[in-house]
Nanobody, 120 residues
Framework: VQLQAFGGGLVQSGGSLRLSCAAS????????GGWYRQAPGEQRNLVGT???????VYADSVKGRFTISRDNDKNTVYLQMNSLKPEDTAVYYC???????????????WGQGTLVTVSS
């Protein structure tokens, strides 16, 4: 199983970007997933999480600006980022809590990071 993140890039302050994270590989059940971010010199922090039923939780710093959604048929989680600020500049990592078919145990899988740079 692997997760692949797409959609990072350079955007001006106030602009928007949409990140995607697709899970693929061995048959699995995609439980919850979401995004973390890590700015230079800082620890990795939660951006938000989405459950299989669509319930979401967001960090206070992104509430009202970022929206996480998912397409269960495509095993994909999205992060729509609006009203971006320079302080949103970071490497964004997606993760998914998956249970492989035939297993009773779920675990987190991580995608590669994708860089988001917001210029002032």
């Amino acid at each position: 199983v692997q997760l692949q993140a797409f959609g990072g890039g350079l955007v001006q302050s106030g602009g928007s970007l949409r990140l995607s994270c697709a899970a693929s590989g061995s048959p699995f059940s995609f439980n919850f997933g979401g995004w973390y971010r890590q700015a230079p010199g800082e620890q990795r922090n939660l951006v938000g999480t989405i459950a299989r039923n669509g319930m979401t939780v967001y960090a206070d710093s992104v509430k009202g600006r970022f929206t996480i959604s998912r397409d269960n048929d495509k095993n994909t989680v999205y992060l729509q980022m609006n009203s971006l600020k320079p302080e949103d500049t970071a490497v964004y990592y997606c993760y998914g809590n998956l249970r492989l078919r035939g297993s009773f145990v779920s675990r987190d899988y991580w995608g590669q990071g994708t860089l988001v740079t917001v210029s002032s």
